[in-house]
């Protein structure tokens, strides 16, 4: 054998690194998978809403391989640190209210601690996150590539919010606190989107993954709705929020389906990027689309 075929062999070999890094992520699937077995099993009642309970997982899935990413790279690079404070508060607001209230909540078993434990978790994770981008790994933070302020829609999402809000929690507070978690999700994963799409070329491999993940935990919360929103809409002797009263008509339901809708859309690029990648065994490219903004 020529000294050129034994380097191409040796090329063709994974590295130690990225072997380690195909078992954990093989692993955390793994585990994952076996949790939601242990959850039906145990912790539900098969039932439909279920699909909402996977979709908090799959959720609690994805920042938990973004963070094993950071930590095995020591490096935060690609990451958008201002999706993640959107998330904090996205979680914030809906634990605030599913701690408390029932209203959204799946109505089966798992809807009594293991859909709250898994926003929980992924609240950590977040956290943690942040921790990773402000301090521990701060130079690696490309904060030129993260510039989509969404912060500034926050004000006027919160007052969309209290007008077009549903009543399943019976109470003013918690009804706009859940919805206000929901509006703020819609828009949570901007700051990602546009930095993946402004910087271009490869997507890490996780990276690729936690997007993904959330775009299909996305997907379950939107099947929920899709059948569940009827239940938001006004009737006979109920309060069904003030807008829906004074009108009629079932707005707070559609708005949470349009939203569900949008965050659908607004991943489609990114989905088929990710779906090509897969099928075609190949890294994720995405072209570059920005060069000053």
């Not at 993260?146 to 019976?170: H, Q």
């Not at 997007?211 to 299909?216: G, Q």
């Not at 897969?278 to 490219?285: C, E």
């Amino acid at each position: 054998m020529t000294v050129s075929e034994i380097q191409q062999t040796c090329d063709l070999k994974p590295l130690p690194s990225q072997h380690c890094s195909v078992v954990a992520t093989g692993g955390s699937y793994f585990f994952f998978l076996l949790a939601v077995g242990v959850v039906l099993r145990h912790f539900s009642d098969r039932d439909f809403s279920t699909v909402l309970t996977l979709g908090a997982g799959l959720q609690c899935l994805g920042f938990f391989l973004l963070l094993q990413q950071v930590k095995r790279q020591r490096s935060v690079a690609g990451i958008s640190s201002k999706m993640l404070e959107m998330y904090v508060v996205v979680l914030v607001f809906r634990l605030s209210s599913t701690l408390i209230k029932q209203g959204y909540l799946p109505v089966d078993r798992s809807g009594d601690f293991v859909y709250q434990c898994a926003d929980a978790c992924s609240l950590c994770l977040v956290f943690q996150l942040l921790w990773l981008c402000h301090k521990t790994h701060k130079r690696t933070l490309q904060q030129d590539q993260d510039s989509l302020e969404v912060w500034r829609c926050v004000p006027a999402i919160c007052v969309v919010a209290f007008l077009l809000r549903g009543n399943l929690n019976k109470s003013t507070f918690f009804d706009t606190t859940w919805t206000i978690s929901m509006y703020l999700d819609t828009i949570a994963m901007l700051p990602q989107y546009w930095m993946l799409v402004k910087k271009g070329g490869e997507v890490q491999a996780l990276t690729s993954h936690f997007v993904a993940l959330l775009v299909l935990s996305r997907a379950c919360s939107f099947a929920f709705w899709f059948y569940g929103y009827k239940e938001l809409a006004p009737r006979k002797n109920k309060n069904a929020g003030f807008i829906n009263n004074m009108l009629g008509v079932n707005l707070a339901g559609w708005m949470i389906v349009i939203c569900h809708s949008v965050q659908l859309l607004l991943s489609a690029d990114f989905m088929y990027h990710y779906a090509a990648s897969a099928f075609g065994k190949v890294k994720m490219v995405i072209p570059q689309q920005f060069t000053d903004v």
